[in-house]
């Protein structure tokens, strides 16, 4: 029979889309189940054939606890803001909302035909204002929370309050930007201002002066994971570190119980490395150092508060504001351009440039309070301001950086300062010095050491032991126009929040998407932007006057922002008088299978962490972790193509000439090779881009071979397979087995269309099984014992294989199975319809079709998944190997159940054994039941 793959999708794609097959109810007795993909982001390109491995694991696992009878929660949506539309936006003019429209379609278009179960009906768009309104409710909760460390939990603002009023600052433990000591007194009589003013100190969402990537370029704000070798990934523009105002969310917060929760979660633990390295806790001491004729002081955080009386110099990172208050005039020039040099690296370079040591003297020293030597106090880059306090007391002897740093700077900058020859250079020389012998710790190990010096540094009331972590908060603003505006205000310079009444506040239209003529965010383009506080509505901002009428906030927030909650909209999406309903929320629970990218390991996985705790604090939902379980799929490969120009000219060698000549790799199309192979089709590639067309090829053998080379498909590297066109040549059920049977999950590996075929070639002989020639014919006969063993080992083969995540084993048993039933010319009724089942969270479309020609007129995806039955297995028969003085000579095929004397009794009776032994008897019998027998003569 024809396996038409094309009628056959378009038609239960269809089906399914008309009777909403996959729509999930919130209230069933039946147990939920969610699974869900990483929210992908809608680019122009589409669709290649490696974005859907992660999201037909995700649809097989989906449709498998369907099959068990779980109520399956399976959503898809879209984090539709962000910079890539934006930047179309600005050059083409278009409006960023048609461009992520086009986008959606088209990712729409290309999952729909892939067959995916999801439930469309609930599909979000984190552009749609619908989505943003409770995005921006959140932040509004997180600015009216601050975090108590007594409860270890985020409260209502309202309670910080009212301690203020009672009690001041006393008995708080709260987590702050700055310590802050008032009496009850004291807050009662401060103006309305300076009580806003110390509520930011507090504030889950707060607004500060930070070091930020800033591109002027593209105009905003970059996180670190958009910035690449200094420049903005998008569009190679220099990136800078700058100063300034922005919203951030304080995640620092939650630090530790971010560190904790890792625990019982059953992610990759490369993934868990990952965020505790980023959460980054550390046990230590602060220590405050005095300096040498000023009345500022220097307060360090270090891990080895035991390693002081090493200390012999000290470092600032360069933003640190202490710098300009210890910079001598002699110094400052050079430090300044150290300063400048430094801000156009990112956090992230300094981090990673471990060998190279840079930095500038300040001219100023320290006073080691343990040993009284004086220590010369330097700016570095490897220094950073967000960890610890911006400031390092430098141990050469035990830290290979200080000792790189003290050998490079230290010697040289001893001598031409005046009047401080009293420092021995030895002391930034060798690695074994320490100045003073510590010899209040001599002796100890090293915790007991590291106990006595807290406490004496604590004796001595210039420290305290503490605790610390790398992490920073949150940077939440962008200086973009496709983004989510902050529903904020400003009067006298202080922020304030709009109501809840008045939410969502939409994003303006503007007429231009680039800063304004005074440096202000796109939002400054609006004519339309301003809050009149009395009538609670968005007004001109001509109207302005700081009195009634007020600017409001310009920065949007961050791409980040709907993708920390929406796994919690896709519970109740049209829910218009809450993010989520309690009870569905309730229902449905934590996320208890996740597939996506390690990629979002310290992004978006720490902040909807984050942001679901908080929720929880607040009562709004009941699960501390958003994610249960987690898997990182891996990439799919794509073969790239070469051609190579010999250098200095415009000849081109075939890859076996290139040995003798000095040639340069150039990427060209896959679809310029001929059928797959590694053959340049030559007319192809001189009309592919007018600088070819004249090219000389040089051939071999009258062909022209590329070389070749598997890398991460991209549509740069000219490698991209579209599923659109496997979908039409081999079908969508074909794609997703090909893609499971690559390989395992979690790895990445090479894509090569000529595979398909053999998946292909499958798909027809499992669906012949189903025909007799041109006619479906089935028996309702009894299946034999033989027919039961492949299918029960096949059922028992896949549901250990899903379980784990092997979807690549489980299409070899398919295949394996499909050939043993051929040759049996199985077509029993009771073996074929419980394999389609058992093959269609793979194939779902084929299994479709085999299961309405069986009769049935329901979907096959709710059908009860077979259940594996081991006495199928169970032989009835045993071929015992039989030997003679230990030599085996034949196998003897008796039943199962026998016992060793009924073994023996038989075998003494069969020919080939009188025949053995020739007229000897035995002179002893060994018999293992269900192993062997051997007798020795």
Request: hydrophobic fraction near 35%.
């Given at each position: ?18 009777n ?15 699974v ?6 809608p680019?122009g ?9 992660g ?6 696992y ?32 278009q ?17 729909r ?17 619908s ?20 409860t ?45 003013d ?5 504030r ?35 990136v ?52 040498e ?8 955080f ?18 640190n ?19 400048e ?20 003297f ?14 010369p ?17 430098a ?27 009293d ?7 060798s ?17 007991e ?5 807290i406490?004496e ?10 605790t ?7 940077i939440?603003s962008?200086?973009r ?9 400003y ?12 939410l ?18 796109p ?8 809050w009149?506080?009395?009538?609670e ?16 906030e310009l920065?949007t ?6 993708s ?36 979002h390991?310290t ?11 908080f ?14 379980k ?5 990439m ?28 340069q ?53 000219y ?17 997703r ?5 690559l ?9 090569n ?41 096949l ?19 398919f ?22 089942i ?15 020609n ?30 003679f003085?230990?030599?085996?000579k ?26 053995q032994l020739?007229?000897n008897?035995?002179?002893k019998?060994?018999?293992v ?9």
């Amino acid at each position: 029979m024809f396996y038409d793959h094309q009628s056959i999708e378009k038609k239960w794609q269809n089906f399914w889309q008309e009777n909403q097959t996959y729509k999930t109810d919130n209230t069933t007795d039946k147990p939920k189940f969610y699974v869900l993909d990483m929210f992908p982001y809608p680019s122009g390109a589409g669709l290649h054939v490696g974005h859907p491995l992660g999201y037909i694991a995700s649809d097989i696992y989906a449709r498998y606890k369907r099959h068990q009878g779980f109520n399956v929660l399976h959503p898809i949506g879209y984090d539709s803001f962000g910079l890539p539309a934006e930047q179309y936006a600005i050059q083409t003019g278009q409006h960023p909302a048609i461009t992520t429209e086009e986008n959606i379609t088209r990712y729409e278009q290309q999952m729909r035909k892939i067959g995916f179960s999801f439930d469309w009906s609930r599909e979000v768009r984190t552009s749609d204002a619908s989505f943003y309104k409770w995005t921006q409710w959140i932040f509004l909760q997180l600015f009216d929370s601050w975090y108590n460390k007594s409860t270890d939990k985020a409260e209502p603002i309202s309670e910080l309050i009212r301690h203020f009023e009672e009690h001041g600052t006393q008995n708080l433990s709260a987590v702050q930007s700055d310590q802050l000591n008032f009496t009850a007194e004291e807050w009662r009589t401060a103006s309305n201002l300076d009580q806003q003013d110390i509520l930011l100190n507090y504030r889950l969402a707060f607004r500060a002066e930070t070091t930020v990537n800033w591109c002027p370029g593209l105009g905003t704000v970059l996180a670190n994971d958009e910035v690449k070798d200094g420049k903005s990934e998008r569009g190679g523009f220099p990136v800078f570190q700058k100063k300034m105002m922005q919203w951030s969310m304080r995640i620092t917060a939650y630090s530790e119980r971010l560190l904790q929760g890792l625990n019982d979660l059953d992610w990759p633990q490369p993934l868990k490395d990952s965020q505790e390295y980023w959460i980054g806790k550390s046990q230590g001491a602060q220590v405050t150092f005095e300096v040498e004729d000023s009345a500022e002081k220097i307060s360090v955080f270090t891990t080895r508060p035991d390693t002081i009386f090493g200390a012999t110099f000290m470092v600032l990172a360069p933003e640190n504001p202490l710098v300009k208050n210890f910079t001598i005039e002699g110094q400052k020039e050079e430090v300044e351009n150290y300063i400048e040099q430094t801000s156009k690296k990112t956090e992230r370079d300094r981090m990673s440039d471990v060998k190279n040591v840079s930095g500038a003297f300040t001219g100023a020293f320290a006073l080691n309070p343990f040993t009284n030597q004086k220590m010369p106090v330097y700016i570095s880059d490897y220094v950073l301001m967000g960890y610890g306090t911006g400031a390092v007391m430098a141990v050469p002897a035990h830290d290979d950086r200080d000792h790189r740093f003290a050998k490079k700077f230290c010697l040289s900058i001893i001598n031409v300062i005046e009047n401080k020859n009293d420092i021995q250079e030895e002391s930034f020389d060798s690695k074994d010095s320490v100045c003073v012998n510590s010899e209040l710790l001599n002796g100890l190990k090293y915790e007991e050491a590291k106990s006595l010096i807290i406490a004496e540094i604590e004796k001595k009331k210039i420290g305290h032991g503490t605790t610390n972590y790398r992490q920073r908060d949150a940077i939440f603003s962008r200086q973009r126009y496709w983004g989510e505006p902050v529903p904020v205000y400003y009067k006298e310079g202080m922020p304030y929040t709009l109501p809840v009444s008045v939410l969502p506040l939409e994003l303006p239209e503007v007429e231009k998407y680039l800063p304004t003529e005074d440096g202000d965010p796109p939002l400054g383009n609006a004519k339309n932007f301003a809050w009149d506080e009395m009538n609670e509505k968005i007004v001109s901002t001509d109207l302005i006057d700081d009195i009634n009428i007020f600017p409001i906030e310009l920065s949007t927030m961050p791409g980040w922002a709907g993708s920390s909650w929406y796994f919690l909209r896709y519970m109740d999406p049209k829910n218009d008088g809450s993010f989520c309903a309690k009870e569905i929320s309730d229902y449905w629970g934590q996320v208890d299978l996740y597939i996506g990218g390690s990629e979002h390991a310290t992004g978006h996985l720490l902040y909807s962490r984050f942001w679901n705790m908080f929720l929880k604090d607040r009562g709004y939902i009941n699960h501390d972790e958003p994610f249960k379980k987690l898997i990182n799929q891996g990439m799919i490969l794509g073969m790239s193509a070469f051609v190579l120009r010999i250098d200095g000219t415009n000849q081109y060698v075939s890859k076996g000439l290139a040995k003798d000549n000095k040639v340069q790799k150039i990427h060209v199309d896959v679809s310029l090779l001929k059928g797959g192979t590694d053959e340049l089709d030559i007319e192809k590639f001189k009309n592919w881009r007018a600088e070819y067309e004249n090219a000389e090829l040089i051939l071999e053998e009258g062909k022209f071979i590329t070389e070749r080379e598997v890398e991460k498909m991209s549509k740069s590297k000219y490698n991209v397979v579209n599923p659109d066109d496997i979908c039409e040549e081999y079908g969508a059920d074909c794609l997703r087995l090909y893609e499971m049977f690559l390989g395992p999950l979690e790895q990445s590996k090479p894509w090569n269309t000529q595979g398909l075929s053999g998946v292909y070639g499958f798909l027809k002989k499992f669906f012949n099984l189903y025909h007799n020639e041109e006619r479906f014919e089935i028996s309702e006969e009894e299946p034999t014992k033989a027919e039961y063993k492949i299918l029960h080992t096949l059922i028992k083969k896949v549901v250990a294989d899903i379980a784990n995540f092997s979807f690549n084993t489980s299409v070899s048993s398919f295949m394996i199975a499909v050939n043993e039933f051929q040759k049996l010319k199985t077509n029993k009724r009771e073996i074929l319809e419980a394999l389609a089942i058992v093959v269609s969270p793979y194939a779902p479309h084929i299994c479709e079709e085999l299961w309405r020609n069986l009769g049935h007129t329901n979907s096959i995806e709710f059908e009860k998944f077979p259940e594996f039955e081991e006495k199928y297995l169970i032989e009835d028969e045993f071929h015992y190997p039989v030997s003679f003085n230990g030599k085996m000579k034949f196998k003897l095929v008796l039943p199962s159940d026998l016992t060793a004397s009924e073994i023996e009794e038989i075998a003494l009776k069969e020919d080939r054994v009188i025949d053995q032994l020739a007229g000897n008897n035995p002179k002893k019998i060994i018999i293992v039941p269900k192993k062997i027998i051997n007798i020795v003569f």
